[in-house]
């Protein structure tokens, strides 16, 4: 009998050189999509949907990590000190939140609308009839002719206010009083944001310690020899941004608003809300209240003015060197590049929120860029040591 050829004869070695596998008599090839790359891929496919559909809800979650984060040491002295449970230190902790931050900020929000309206009707009247130049803005030396001539010019006239409006903003200023009058929409949404924030702040005050566990796992999986120093590192970067830059500007905001009150400057609550948010930037407080002094001065009420630069500077300079060190503790302290433009993109992405989420992920990123750098130092110590 004639043996088969070469050719014809399959040859293992070659084979399975090839990445193939002999079972019996015939080769296997490998399939083109392993049960692990299926699995992948599936996962991925699972992230990217959620993430499409559920989108809307990162505002809120984020927002309620943020503040869990920063109050995580309230919510153990009163789940374990006052012996309230996980549950009764969550619903404790959210009520508080309700009613010592989220209604005042509420209030103060309506209540500077209701000026803002106040304000644009009376630029419609003025637009509408036209209006004299103020008195003290006359009475300025120095500038005081060339203020009357501009206000004359493009203010003091009937329709001069809806041209520079048009000019700026592209729409005519009964478009803007009818937006500012109809922004229910705007409102919805925000309240509902808060809603879902309050309920995934409540559920963070209750299951913390599980999911923090769970992460901490997969961190350890992911980055073994670095998670333990960035997790510990993330919390007090949050919980120092948070309360150095919120508690402290609403501080200021309050006490600053007082003090215009008591000054005289018309709309406090307004500028007061307005301090509040600039005292968010490095340098906006004291921009605020000079110029609000400058105001008063101008105004013929140079003693108001000159009291209340000096009651802002005293108060700014208490907070600075006293308040702020004590409360702002934690790894990192933000410049002012990094810190202006948290803000700027957190507000754009974000809105309102973006105030705080921005910071915070700057501050991530600092914190992140810091301790590399630490690293890289560590390293080049202990090489120049091998080196002597």
């Given amino acids: 009998m004639p043996k088969p050829t070469s050719a014809t004869a399959p040859n293992p070695t070659a084979a399975l050189r090839q990445g193939q596998k002999q079972v019996g008599l015939r080769l296997h090839r490998p399939p083109?999509?392993?049960?692990?790359?299926?699995?992948?891929?599936?996962?991925?496919?699972?992230?990217?949907?959620?993430?499409?559909?559920?989108?809307?809800?990162?505002?809120?979650?984020?927002?309620?990590?943020?503040?869990?984060?920063?109050?995580?040491?309230?919510?153990?002295?009163?789940?374990?000190?006052?012996?309230?449970?996980?549950?009764g230190a969550a619903t404790l902790l959210v009520l508080v939140l309700?009613?010592?931050?989220?209604?005042?900020?509420?209030?103060?929000?309506i209540y500077a609308f209701r000026e803002l309206r106040?304000?644009?009707?009376?630029?419609?009247?003025?637009n509408s009839s036209g209006a004299p130049t103020p008195a003290w803005m006359v009475e300025l030396p120095q500038i005081g002719d060339w203020l009357d001539e501009n206000w004359q010019n493009y203010v003091g006239r009937p329709g001069g206010i809806s041209e520079i409006v048009q000019l700026v903003s592209g729409s005519n200023i009964?478009?803007?009083?009818?937006?500012?009058v109809t922004a229910g929409t705007l409102a919805f949404h925000l309240a509902l944001t808060l809603l879902f924030m309050l309920i995934t702040l409540f559920v963070l005050y209750r299951d913390g310690d599980r999911i923090v566990a769970q992460i901490d796992q997969v961190g350890r999986r992911i980055l073994p020899d670095r998670w333990e120093r960035l997790s510990r590192v993330v919390p007090a970067t949050i919980s120092s941004t948070v309360t150095g830059m919120t508690l402290i500007a609403i501080g200021e905001g309050v006490v600053l608003g007082l003090a215009y009150w008591l000054a005289g400057v018309p709309s406090p609550v307004t500028f007061g809300v307005i301090t509040g948010f600039m005292a968010l930037i490095p340098g906006g407080a004291p921009l605020c209240f000079t110029l609000v002094s400058a105001y008063l001065a101008a105004s013929g009420s140079p003693v108001a003015g000159a009291a209340l630069f000096l009651w802002g500077t005293c108060e700014l300079f208490v907070v600075d060197k006293t308040i702020r060190p004590v409360l702002v503790g934690g790894p990192v302290k933000l410049p002012f590049l990094p810190t202006f433009f948290g803000l700027i993109g957190g507000v754009k992405t974000m809105g309102i929120v973006g105030l705080f989420v921005?910071?915070?992920?700057?501050?991530?990123?600092?914190?992140?860029?810091?301790?590399?750098?630490?690293?890289?130092a560590e390293e080049e110590q202990r090489q120049a040591a091998r080196i002597e």
């Fill in 32 to 87: 083109l999509l392993t049960n692990i790359s299926a699995a992948r891929w599936l996962l991925l496919a699972i992230v990217a949907a959620s993430v499409y559909f559920f989108h809307g809800f990162l505002v809120p979650v984020l927002a309620a990590s943020v503040i869990a984060l920063a109050s995580w040491p309230l919510r153990d002295r009163a789940a374990f000190q006052l012996n309230l449970g996980r549950t």
């Fill in 358 to 376: 921005g910071p915070v992920l700057m501050a991530l990123l600092v914190s992140i860029w810091r301790e590399w750098q630490r690293e890289l």
């Fill in 98 to 109: 309700v009613c010592f931050l989220l209604i005042p900020i509420a209030m103060a929000l």
């Fill in 174 to 180: 009964g478009a803007i009083y009818r937006g500012a």
């Fill in 118 to 126: 106040d304000w644009i009707n009376w630029a419609i009247m003025i």
